[in-house]
């Protein structure tokens, strides 16, 4: 039966999914791509390939094909992408790109075609190999025509080794940042010295969320980023913060009180895998602490929740009054059920001298399932007492959340 005229003129959207999928499967999209219909193509979506035909594909997508917003390719480890040659999509046609989403892909593979697509509103690198292959001054380069850039997210892949070895990173910069003026979301997962390369470079003066994962036992040293969020007119405002631990990786959020739908908020997380030994968390996470005094003093509210790893030493968990006691601005703290008895063990062990200096503007101390737990008001009962002694008064109420 022959086509419709009607639907002769619809938006082609071409969608393949799974590692499994035959090898004809993906011969038939090819075919398809080289069709008289490969001008109506709006969408391409390519998830796991691992027989793709890459030089036929390359060769039919040099062609103009001016409705073509979306492309999201995600690689097999044995079907590595090439590099794409400067006549891809016909060239300056990249311009009508508005997503693009690339997966297992080296930035290499899709430097010509980042250098045109400029209109791109969305752009996310995903499990891109080892950063130690890539320069962040090319990636600067990439992004900095990219005027149009609302989102952008690069998520390098795990080093696969015990210690992170440092990189010389000298930073000769002559000439000032390149703006991206749209920029409002950064997600950054990969090594330090990639992202202080990387934001030397650039600066997005109206980003409201940045989010920034970094791998245990990497070194936190971050002068450009500071300069980076200071450019960024609402991203140092934030009077609360939540630590909270997902499968033992502690997240350190930044917010501003109440929120809503433009509040800038800052996170960080902090990565680790078997290999990461001997595991820190709180050793890391006092690293951003102190890198980020500034914005953690001026905290008047902090929630701690989730479940802390077990097999932290004592020593390690003792370390949570150096990080309370860098919040002096603090007049409310809530703590989660399963970590309120450590920290508020390790506070209650203060000498009277360092008691005395621990958090000077607290007000209401609120604690998840306090009424239900002996062990939990035993543990407060001591902390309590200790203020009253100094003339700090502290009103401790259970915490429904």
């Given amino acids: 039966m022959e086509m419709p005229k009607a639907w002769q003129t619809f938006p082609i959207a071409m969608h393949h999914w799974g590692e499994d999928t035959p090898s004809s499967c993906e011969e038939n999209l090819i075919s398809a791509l080289e069709s008289k219909h490969f001008s109506r193509v709006c969408r391409i979506s390519f998830v796991k390939f691992s027989s793709l035909p890459w030089g036929r594909f390359t060769a039919v997508m040099e062609k103009p094909c001016p409705e073509l917003t979306d492309i999201s390719f995600s690689s097999s480890e044995d079907n590595e992408m090439p590099v794409l040659s400067q006549s891809f999509l016909g060239g300056s046609a990249a311009s009508h790109l508005r997503t693009l989403y690339l997966n297992g892909v080296s ?213 949570w009054p150096e990080l309370l006691g860098l919040l002096t601005s603090l007049k409310t703290l809530r703590l989660g059920k399963d970590m309120a008895p450590q920290i508020i063990h390790a506070l209650s062990e203060l000498t009277e001298e360092r008691e005395r200096a621990m958090l000077p503007a607290l007000q209401s101390l609120f604690i998840e399932a306090f009424l239900s737990s002996e062990v939990i008001q035993d543990v407060v009962k001591q902390f309590f007492t200790a203020r009253q002694l100094s003339d700090r008064y502290v009103a401790v109420r259970n915490w429904l959340r």
């Fill in 107 to 319: 930035p290499l593979a899709m430097q010509r075609l980042l250098l045109s697509a400029n209109n791109l509103v969305y752009l996310a690198l995903d499990r891109i190999p080892d950063s130690r292959h890539h320069s962040p001054e090319d990636m600067a380069n990439c992004l900095s025509g990219l005027t149009r850039l609302e989102s952008l997210n690069l998520n390098f892949c795990p080093p696969r080794y015990l210690y992170l070895s440092q990189v010389s990173r000298p930073l000769l910069l002559s000439l000032a940042p390149s703006v991206l003026p749209a920029l409002t979301e950064l997600d950054f997962k990969g090594r330090i010295y990639y992202l202080e390369g990387l934001v030397a470079r650039i600066d997005a003066p109206l980003l409201l969320e940045l989010h920034i994962t970094f791998f245990h036992h990497d070194a936190f040293d971050v002068p450009q980023l500071h300069r980076f969020i200071s450019h960024a007119k609402k991203l140092g405002t934030h009077t609360r913060a939540t630590v909270s631990y997902y499968d033992a990786a502690p997240r350190l959020r930044l917010s501003s009180q109440p929120r809503t739908v433009d509040s800038p908020v800052l996170t960080f997380w902090i990565s680790y895998n078997i290999w990461s030994y001997p595991y820190l968390p709180l050793s890391s996470l006092g690293q951003v602490f102190t890198s980020f005094l500034p914005l953690i003093s001026t905290l008047e509210e902090l929630d701690i929740i989730g479940t802390g790893p077990t097999w932290i030493h004592l020593g390690e968990r003792m370390r």
